[in-house]
């Protein structure tokens, strides 16, 4: 990987290789990921330690069943505002960043301004997010979508490894 100034790293073959098997398995130790990525074990680790300072790689988690942790219910919420005014934006993400239910919040364009996934232990639960949310300053409208199954979800990017 070389900087490029003001850009984002060039990445080489290589950091591809790793990045796409440490997205498949974070889990890995070094000496696999090395073996996959075909050079040894100290310039891998130097890799993926640059690829964490560079912001690319953000961080590892988990990926738990929510079911299994008493969240049976996943839902979608677009939210509308009464303002796009900065203080307002930023209000809004600072109260729903609290909630532990809210898992993502994104600003986007058309049809709202925010869309949230959610998840809730049941029904109720989901209907009080949702009320919680209608009730909430500045907000004028909100849409629930609640998810009957997931077919596909994976995490991260497509990586191009060519």
Same mark, same amino acid.
């Given at each position: 990987m070389r900087k490029t100034t003001g850009e984002a790293p060039v990445l080489d073959a290589i950091d591809r290789r790793i990045l796409a098997e440490l997205q498949a398995d974070g889990r890995m130790t070094n000496v696999e990921l090395a073996k996959r990525a075909g050079i040894s074990a100290p310039p891998c680790l130097r890799r993926v330690r640059r690829l964490e300072e560079a912001g690319i790689i953000r961080g590892y988690h988990a990926d738990t069943e929510p079911a299994?942790?008493?969240? /049976?219910?996943?839902?979608f919420a677009l939210v509308g505002l009464d303002s796009q005014r900065q203080t307002v934006?930023?209000?809004?993400? #600072?109260?729903?960043? #609290?909630w532990a239910e809210v898992r993502e919040c994104h600003m986007i364009r058309g +049809? +709202?301004?925010f869309m949230l996934k959610l998840? #809730?232990? /049941?029904? #109720?639960h989901e209907n009080e997010l949702t009320r919680r949310l209608t009730g909430a300053q500045n907000?004028?409208?909100v849409q629930t979508l609640q998810?009957?199954?997931?077919g596909? /979800?994976?995490a991260g990017?497509?990586?191009a490894l060519g």
């Open positions: 299994h942790l008493g969240y /049976d219910v996943m839902f934006l930023d209000a809004f993400e #600072a109260m729903v960043s #609290a +049809g +709202g301004d998840v #809730a232990r /049941d029904t #109720a907000v004028t409208r998810t009957i199954r997931t596909k /979800d994976e990017v497509p990586i």
